[in-house]
């Protein structure tokens, strides 16, 4: 089994200190999972221009081919202006659907105020939705105050939810994984 973290923002750190905690957790708990992680900070991502995934060629191929090989995924995003970041959208657009389909996704996503929690459940599952994508039921926000000056989180409750959806994310990929193969 391997997870693909996505860190889906191109400025800040405080998501990517979201993504790596959660991956950090599986993979300390969980050896049997196989961890990789994404920044989009680190990639050069071409604009979808809706052409066939399959022509695209450098940083915008290696990406595609990455979040090919996963089996499940957290995905993590900013909210500016009540809504995902850019490059985060744009690379679902970039990706062929069935890259998520009938896969598990959670969420986690960081604001500056409390207004826009509900961001995730507005407009990110609709998304996953649109890929037939199994959603876990939990998702993980955080505000400014939950991190220190360091950008480390300091808020236990956000820790003990984000090891929540860890174990979440890994149960429901094992339960998917075991009824895939009674199915055969």
Request: hydrophobic letters at 40%.
């Amino acid at each position: 089994m391997k997870i693909i973290g996505i860190s889906g923002t191109v400025t800040g750190t405080k998501t990517s200190v979201l993504v790596q905690y959660v991956l950090n957790r599986i993979k300390k708990k969980y050896k049997q999972v196989e961890v990789d992680y994404l920044d989009l900070k680190k990639v050069d991502l071409k604009f979808c221009d809706g052409r066939d995934p399959n022509t695209y060629t450098g940083d915008t191929k290696a990406v595609i081919d990455l979040l090919q090989s996963a089996d499940f995924f957290l995905v993590g995003t900013p909210i500016f202006r009540a809504s995902l970041t850019g490059a985060l959208k744009n690379l679902f657009d970039l990706v062929p659907d069935e890259v998520f389909r009938k896969k598990v996704l959670g969420f986690v996503a960081t604001g500056g105020t409390s207004q826009h929690y509900l961001v995730i459940e507005n407009q990110v599952k609709p998304i996953a939705g649109y890929f037939r994508s199994y959603v876990a039921p939990s998702y993980v926000y955080a505000q400014n105050h939950h991190f220190n000056q360091s950008n480390e989180i300091i808020d236990p409750d956000v820790m003990k939810r984000l090891d929540d959806l860890a174990d979440e994310l890994v149960m429901m990929q094992k339960s998917l994984k075991n009824e895939e193969a009674r199915v055969i």
